[in-house]
C-alpha cells in the first residue's frame, strides 16, 4: 500500500510564520497604545478630580467656621454608643439611621406648634428665612462632602424640622405651652433620652439658626434662649457653680451650639483666678516639671495604702450654698478632698462628649473635662477604688456594680491628650513627693505586704505578739539566771 505525503517548501512557511509574527506584534502594540491612551485617561481624570477640589476648597473658612464635629476613631473605639443619638436625630450626621425614624412624627408636631405661635406663618416663609442661613450652616459641619447628595439637597429641610424641634423642647421643658396645650413627649424617659441625645456632639445645630427660629415666633415677654437652655439641662449638668449659673450671661454671637453653652457653664469655683495663674506664668516648661505632674500618681489603694486620706467635699446636687464643682478637686496634707459626684446611665455620654467637644476644639483652653478625665482614670484602675471612694460618700452609683463604674473611667480617658497647662498638675507633682517620703512609702510596703487582708493582718499581728511575748521570755530567763 502506497502513501503520498504532500510536502509544503520551507521556502512557503517563512513567510507565512513572519506573518503570524507580524499581526500578533501589531496587536499587542495597539493593545499597549489602547492601555497607554486609558492610562493617560485615567491621568487626566484624576488630575482633574484634584484640580477640582482643590479649587473647591476653601479652607480657611472650613478651619474657620467648622464647630460641630464627627468624633474621632481614638475616642470613639472604646465605646461608641456614647456618641450616638438613641432616640432622635439632629443635624445631617444621623440622619440615615432607620432606628431613629419613629421620632419624624414629632418633629412635624413640634413644627406645627412653632408655626401656630404666629399667624400668617408658614412653611414656606420659614424655609425662604433658612435658605439664608444654609450656606454658612454647612460650614459648620465637619467633612459635610462625604454625606449623601440627597441629605444636602434636604439641609434646609433638615434645619427646619430639627431646629424647631430643639426650640419647642426647650420652650416645653420651661412650660412654655400655647394656649394650654399639653406636652408633645410627656413620658420622662422620652424626656431624658432627648436631653441626652441633645447634648450629643454628632447632634448638634449651629446656635445661629436656634435663635433665628426662636426669634421667629418670640413673645415680648419670653425670657431669653441662653437662659431657657440652662433651665431645661441644670439638672444632669456635672455640678456646675452656681455662681456661674446666676451670674453668666453669654453673647450668643459667640455661642456655638447647644454642647457648648454647658460646657461654658461647667467650669471650676475658682476659675477665673485660675486663667490669671496661668496667663501670668510661663508658657515653657522643663522636661523634668512636666514628668513630674504627667507620671501616673497611685491609684486609691495604692494611695490609701501609702496613708492617703480621701474626703469628700460638698453635696451631690448643687444649691446656692454649695460652691464647689466637679473639678474641685485638691490634695493637702495627706488628704485628698473630691466633690461628690453621682454615675447614673448619662454620666458617661455627657463626659465623654464634653470630652471630645475639648479634644476637636482648637480654641477652647485648659481643657478641664479631659483632665478631670484623665485623673480620675488615674486614681481609679479598678472596682476596689470605687469601692472607697463609695465608702466615703464620693461616689453615688446608680449603675450597680462598682467594676462598671470603674470601667467608665478606664476607658474615659483612652484617646485623650493633655497639655502641659494640666489642671491639676500640682495635685499631680504634692501626692507624688507625698508617696516618695520615706516613712510614707515604709507605710504603704507594710499594709501592702502585711495587711493586704484580714487575715493577713491578724497573722502579722499575732506573729509580733509572739515575738514580743518570746523577746519578754528571753529577758526573764536572762534576769532570772544571774539572780
Not at 129 to 140: R, S, V
Not at 181 to 199: H, P, V
Not at 222 to 247: G, N, Q, R
Not at 419 to 424: A, G, I, K, T
Given at each position: 500500500m502506497s502513501h503520498s505525503i504532500e510536502i509544503t517548501p520551507i521556502v512557503d512557511q517563512i513567510p507565512l510564520l513572519h506573518q503570524i509574527k507580524k499581526d500578533e506584534i501589531e496587536e499587542e502594540r495597539n493593545v499597549d497604545h489602547l492601555k497607554e491612551t486609558n492610562d493617560q485617561h485615567t491621568n487626566k481624570s484624576a488630575n482633574q478630580i484634584i484640580d477640582e477640589k482643590l479649587k473647591d476648597l476653601d479652607k480657611g473658612a472650613s478651619i474657620k467656621f467648622t464647630s460641630i464635629f464627627k468624633v474621632n476613631v481614638g475616642l470613639r473605639k472604646s465605646n461608641p454608643?456614647?456618641?450616638?443619638?438613641?432616640?432622635?436625630?439632629?443635624?445631617?450626621?444621623?440622619?440615615?439611621?432607620?432606628?431613629?425614624?419613629?421620632?419624624?412624627?414629632?418633629?412635624?408636631?413640634?413644627?406645627?406648634?412653632?408655626?401656630?405661635?404666629?399667624?400668617?406663618?408658614?412653611?414656606?416663609?420659614?424655609?425662604?428665612?433658612?435658605?439664608?442661613?444654609?450656606?454658612?450652616?454647612?460650614?459648620?459641619?465637619?467633612?459635610?462632602?462625604?454625606?449623601?447628595?440627597?441629605?444636602?439637597?434636604?439641609?434646609?429641610?433638615?434645619?427646619?424640622?430639627?431646629?424647631?424641634?430643639?426650640?419647642?423642647?426647650?420652650?416645653?421643658?420651661?412650660?412654655?405651652?400655647?394656649?394650654?396645650?399639653?406636652?408633645?413627649?410627656?413620658?420622662?424617659?422620652?424626656?431624658?433620652?432627648?436631653?441626652?441625645?441633645?447634648?450629643?456632639?454628632?447632634?448638634?445645630?449651629?446656635?445661629?439658626?436656634?435663635?433665628?427660629?426662636?426669634?421667629?415666633?418670640k413673645e415680648v415677654d419670653?425670657?431669653?434662649?441662653?437662659?431657657?437652655?440652662?433651665?431645661?439641662?441644670?439638672?444632669?449638668?456635672?455640678?456646675?457653680?452656681?455662681?456661674?449659673?446666676?451670674?453668666w450671661e453669654s453673647d450668643a454671637k459667640n455661642i456655638q451650639h447647644l454642647l457648648q453653652v454647658v460646657h461654658m457653664l461647667s467650669h471650676p469655683s475658682y476659675w477665673d483666678s485660675f486663667l490669671r495663674i496661668t496667663a501670668c506664668s510661663s508658657k515653657i516648661i522643663s522636661n523634668k516639671n512636666y514628668q513630674t505632674w504627667h507620671a501616673n500618681i497611685p491609684n486609691v489603694t495604692e494611695l490609701c495604702e501609702a496613708g492617703v486620706r480621701f474626703s469628700k467635699v460638698g453635696n451631690i446636687y448643687s444649691d446656692l450654698e454649695d460652691r464647689t464643682t466637679l473639678f474641685d478637686i485638691k490634695f493637702e496634707n495627706g488628704q485628698m478632698k473630691i466633690p461628690c459626684f453621682e454615675v447614673d446611665d448619662v454620666t458617661e455620654t455627657l463626659l465623654r462628649n464634653l470630652v471630645a467637644y475639648e479634644q476637636h476644639s482648637c480654641d477652647v483652653r485648659p481643657k478641664h473635662f479631659s483632665d478631670y478625665a484623665v485623673f480620675m482614670d488615674y486614681l481609679i484602675d479598678s472596682d476596689k477604688d470605687v469601692n472607697v471612694l463609695r465608702q466615703k460618700g464620693i461616689i453615688t452609683n446608680q449603675l450597680g456594680e462598682d467594676n462598671e463604674v470603674a470601667s467608665i473611667f478606664?476607658?474615659?480617658?483612652?484617646?485623650?491628650?493633655?497639655?502641659?497647662?494640666?489642671?491639676?498638675?500640682?495635685?499631680?507633682?504634692?501626692?507624688?513627693?507625698?508617696?516618695?517620703?520615706?516613712?510614707?512609702?515604709?507605710?504603704?510596703?507594710?499594709?501592702?505586704?502585711?495587711?493586704?487582708?484580714?487575715?493577713?493582718?491578724?497573722?502579722?499581728?499575732?506573729?509580733?505578739?509572739?515575738?514580743?511575748?518570746?523577746?519578754?521570755?528571753?529577758?526573764?530567763?536572762?534576769?532570772?539566771?544571774?539572780?
Open positions: 454608643d456614647a456618641y450616638a443619638p438613641m432616640l432622635i436625630s439632629i443635624g445631617p450626621y444621623h440622619k440615615k439611621n432607620p432606628q431613629l425614624g419613629s421620632m419624624e412624627k414629632y418633629k412635624l408636631m413640634y413644627l406645627q406648634r412653632f408655626l401656630q405661635r404666629k399667624e400668617g406663618l408658614d412653611v414656606k416663609s420659614c424655609i425662604t428665612e433658612i435658605e439664608k442661613l444654609k450656606p454658612k450652616a454647612l460650614k459648620c459641619y465637619d467633612d459635610i462632602e462625604s454625606l449623601d447628595n440627597d441629605i444636602v439637597d434636604k439641609f434646609s429641610e433638615i434645619l427646619l424640622l430639627d431646629g424647631c424641634f430643639v426650640v419647642e423642647f426647650i420652650r416645653e421643658c420651661n412650660g412654655m405651652l400655647p394656649n394650654r396645650e399639653d406636652k408633645i413627649i410627656s413620658t420622662n424617659c422620652m424626656i431624658i433620652l432627648a436631653g441626652r441625645d441633645l447634648l450629643l456632639l454628632e447632634n448638634q445645630l449651629p446656635y445661629f439658626v436656634l435663635t433665628k427660629l426662636q426669634c421667629m415666633t419670653e425670657v431669653p434662649f441662653t437662659k431657657l437652655m440652662k433651665d431645661t439641662f441644670f439638672s444632669i449638668l456635672p455640678k456646675m457653680a452656681p455662681a456661674s449659673y446666676v451670674e478606664n476607658k474615659i480617658g483612652q484617646g485623650v491628650n493633655i497639655s502641659s497647662d494640666f489642671y491639676y498638675k500640682e495635685e499631680c507633682r504634692k501626692v507624688i513627693q507625698h508617696c516618695e517620703k520615706p516613712w510614707n512609702r515604709m507605710k504603704a510596703n507594710l499594709r501592702h505586704n502585711y495587711f493586704n487582708t484580714p487575715w493577713a493582718g491578724i497573722s502579722t499581728v499575732a506573729a509580733i505578739i509572739l515575738l514580743l511575748l518570746t523577746a519578754i521570755q528571753t529577758v526573764l530567763t536572762f534576769i532570772s539566771f544571774f539572780k
